[in-house]
C-alpha cells in the first residue's frame, strides 16, 4: 500500500507565493509520473503541472511562468511553487502519483488526500 501526504496549502494574498509538497512512502519499486492537479469549486479537476521520471515537465497554460514542479527522486517526493498567485488560482490542489508496486510489479496510481489553496485579493 502506498500513501500520499500533502502539505503547504493555506492562505494567500494576490500576488504572493506558497509551495505545495507531497511525499510517498509504502510498497513503491519505482516511481513514475508525478503530478498536481486542482478542482475549483464548481468546476472539474485539471492537470496543474506533471513531471516525468526523467524530468519532463507540462504544464497548464493558465500558470506557465508561474509555478514549476519539481520531484526528488530519492525522497520520493515532488513539490509545486507557486508564484504570483491569482484568485482563479484559488482551488483544493491534489497530487497525484504513478508507481510500480514493489510486490507485484504492478503499475498504479495513487492520488493525495488534497488541500486547499485560498488567494484572497
Known amino acids: 500500500q502506498v500513501h500520499l501526504v500533502e502539505s503547504g496549502g493555506g492562505l494567500v494574498q494576490a500576488g504572493g507565493s506558497l509551495r505545495l509538497s507531497c511525499a510517498a512512502s509504502g510498497s513503491i519499486f519505482s516511481i513514475n509520473a508525478m503530478g498536481w492537479y486542482r478542482q475549483a469549486p464548481g468546476k472539474q479537476r485539471e492537470l496543474v503541472a506533471h513531471i516525468t521520471s526523467g524530468g519532463t515537465t507540462t504544464y497548464a497554460d493558465s500558470v506557465k511562468g508561474r509555478f514549476t514542479i519539481s520531484r526528488d527522486n530519492a525522497k520520493n517526493s515532488v513539490c509545486l511553487q507557486m508564484d504570483s498567485l491569482k484568485r482563479e488560482d484559488t482551488a483544493v490542489y491534489y497530487c497525484?502519483?504513478?508507481?510500480?508496486?514493489?510486490?507485484?510489479?504492478?503499475?498504479?496510481?495513487?492520488w493525495g488526500q488534497g488541500t486547499l489553496v485560498t488567494v484572497s485579493s
Open positions: 497525484n502519483v504513478a508507481f510500480v508496486v514493489a510486490a507485484t510489479y504492478r503499475y498504479l496510481e495513487v
